[in-house]
């Protein structure tokens, strides 16, 4: 199958090119960028005037709710929720029922992904045998099995000896371990960020502190293993600083944001929206605002979707018994593209927000994606910057269709999903 996307801007911030090019693709890789090589003929034309053509998204954070979770979403819907998004990579988190702590089980789900044929999928594998916090996984033989990290999901280990050696097992063999850094005691069964909002709500509250403190300690870790640790989704300006030291220490340290996190603060909240109940909750204006200006700056190196699709049964509920989490796959693009418009001012502010979701996010996960060098893998997403569009339950194809953006006009569009050289998605 040979393609030639043509008339469109290419933006490709890994190859550092902003400009009007043709893209032409054969046997699934990219040919050119520019050029259309010696004797080139293709087989499909698609043109892409008005539109921008990027690298296919890379999502660093979503539950595709299989096994086990069948009800709230399907591998196959939440595979075409991707591809509707312009997402070509993802990372889900290893919270599935059985939990992905066995090769067998990981072997299955990547097996099961590539006869889809749609996005790829790359598992994290449980970093402790059924996330309980005390004995280790086989990193070795999940590693094999596809893994391309190590993670805890939402649950914390209480035992500090245990995430020592779990460092000391990743650091050895070369792994990531990936953590959302959250004190197990502080905030348990917390519902909002503490403070003056969920005071008057009568919310149970999450400090900051439960953040910082479990920081504290991965920090120490770090110095001690050598390990080298992605923290998922930070959500406090006083946990960005305290990555921003790190990092200017020359920890192997990296991190990422939920893209409601990026735009939304506790006051979203409004009167008790069940879909603004997420984890972390999210937290106030000055944290909201330390969270964009550190997207800016590379403290935070990448935005997710946090893609969490929750059934109606346990969304709409009283706000601090709802079920937590929001789909995001089709708002990754856009609310990525309001944090240009909004907080990036420079001219290279698009190029930038689109980095954050692919190749910094590529970066992150150690997977070859995220970029349209010569020879890679052709995962492209072509998307109009200035199609606008209203988040509504009927047009989200996830079988969640809980977001706190519902009702908003958002900016950006995917018009084509091209997934190793195949159009995959059309709109």
Known sequence: MRLHIKNGRVIDPANNIDASHDVFIADGKIASVGKAPDGFGADQTIDASGLIISPGLVDLSVRLREPGYEYKA???????SALA??????????????VLDEPGLVEMLVHRARLMNQSHVYPLGA??????????????????????????????????????????YAQTYGYTVWLRPQDPHLGKGGTAHSGPLASRLGLSGVPVMSETIALH????????????????????????ALVRAAKAEGLRVSCDVGAHHVHLTDHDIGFFDPN??????????????AIREALADGTVDAICSDHTPVDDDEK??????????????????????????D???????????????TCDAARVAGIDAGKLSLGSIADVCIFDPNARWKVEAPVIVSQGKHTP??????????????VSGRVAYSR
Request: with cysteine.
């Open 405 to 418: 953006f519902l009702g908003y006009e958002l900016q950006g569009q995917v018009r084509h999903t091209i």
């Open 217 to 240: 300690t991965i920090f120490e870790l770090m110095r001690s293993t050598g390990a080298r640790v992605h923290l998922c989704r930070l959500s406090s300006s006083d946990g960005i």
């Open 127 to 168: 970093l402790t045998v059924g996330l309980k916090g005390r004995e280790l996984t086989e990193m070795a033989e999940l590693t094999e099995a596809g893994c391309v990290g190590f993670a805890q999901a939402e649950e914390p280990i209480e035992d500090t000896t245990v995430l020592m050696r779990a460092m000391q």
């Open 343 to 357: 907080h990036l001012k420079s001219k290279n502010g698009l190029s930038k927000a689109i980095a954050r979701i």
């Open 74 to 80: 399907t591998l196959e819907s939440e595979l075409q």
């Open 316 to 341: 709409l509920l009283p706000f601090g018994e709802a079920s937590p989490g929001a789909t995001g796959l089709e708002l990754l693009l856009s609310l990525s593209l309001k944090w240009a418009e």
């Open 276 to 289: 603004a109940r997420l984890s972390p909750p999210l937290r106030s204006q000055r944290d909201r605002d």
């Open 85 to 98: 998004g312009g997402v070509t990579s993802l990372l889900c988190p290893p919270d599935t029922d059985p």
